[in-house]
């Protein structure tokens, strides 16, 4: 499968932005798919993930209550609609599907990234 991220920007902080990442290649609902982010000098870290049919999601715990997850299988597109952003977020943000498991940071397979900076 192949995964590409959009939606990214510059953002002052308290703002929303909403991630997408389109998939094409095998059928969609074979994966299970997800979100890490990666902040200059650290590692790639989990933020979000959901399962092939939509529900159970899950959440970093920094992210959670502000974060939300969505796929859209009619559409090949996962979201992540991301609220009340803090400079902290400011990463480089993941797209990631795995057609055995929930996302790991072993996951097989990964978008380029989308650059998401918030603003103090």
């Known amino acids: 499968v192949q995964l590409v991220e959009s939606g990214g920007g510059l953002v002052q902080a308290g703002g929303s932005l909403r991630l997408s990442c389109a998939a094409s290649?095998?059928?969609?609902?074979?994966?299970?798919m997800g979100w890490f982010r990666q902040a200059p000098g650290k590692e790639r870290e989990f933020v979000a993930a959901?399962?092939?049919?939509?529900?159970?999601?899950d959440y970093a715990d920094s992210v959670k209550g502000r974060f939300t997850i969505s796929r859209d299988n009619a559409k090949n597109t996962v979201y992540l609609q991301m609220n009340s952003l803090q400079p902290e977020d400011t990463a480089v943000y993941y797209c990631?599907?795995?057609?055995?498991?929930?996302?790991?940071?072993?996951?097989?397979?990964w978008g380029q990234g989308t650059q998401v900076t918030v603003s103090s």
């Open positions: 990631t599907a795995d057609s055995t498991r929930p996302v790991t940071i072993a996951s097989n397979y």
């Open positions: 290649g095998r059928t969609f609902t074979s994966y299970f």
């Open positions: 959901i399962s092939k049919s939509g529900g159970s999601p």
